[in-house]
């Protein structure tokens, strides 16, 4: 059983940056791929970037060139760092893993979520 817990979410201005962090109670070497999601107000859950255990990673277009995913395995934490903040990026980010990557589905269907944390950016 493998726990998340999300920091670094709080209020920023447009144009700033935050610093995410999933901590996890094991090791994440254990796991296919982590990444983070997040649901914006009346909108659904997007896969916002992900990272394997090889290190390859991936980013939803609107975040491309603004964030970076990276995972540190020796602390057990995956990090997302967000740029270039604007209010559309305002939304409760998840912190997701998966064990094992069904049908090539990377994080379609995560085995493992933290609670959330609250990102909004001002105008």
């Known amino acids: 059983q493998v726990q998340l817990v999300e920091s670094g979410g709080g209020l920023v201005q447009a144009g700033g940056s935050l610093r995410l962090s999933c901590a996890a109670s094991?090791?994440?070497?254990?796991?296919?791929?982590m990444g983070w999601h997040r649901q914006a107000l009346g909108a659904q859950r997007e896969l916002v970037a992900s990272?394997?255990?090889?290190?390859?990673?991936d980013y939803a277009d609107p975040v491309k060139g603004r964030f970076t995913i990276s995972r540190d395995n020796a602390k057990n934490t995956v990090y997302l760092e967000m740029n270039s903040l604007s209010p559309e990026d305002t939304a409760v980010y998840y912190c997701?893993?998966?064990?094992?990557?069904?049908?090539?589905?990377?994080?379609?269907?995560?085995?493992?979520w933290g609670q959330g944390t609250q990102v909004t950016v001002s105008s």
């Open positions: 094991g090791s994440i070497s254990s796991l296919d791929v």
């Open positions: 997701a893993a998966e064990r094992t990557v069904v049908a090539g589905l990377v994080l379609a269907y995560p085995e493992y």
């Open positions: 990272i394997t255990t090889g290190g390859s990673t």
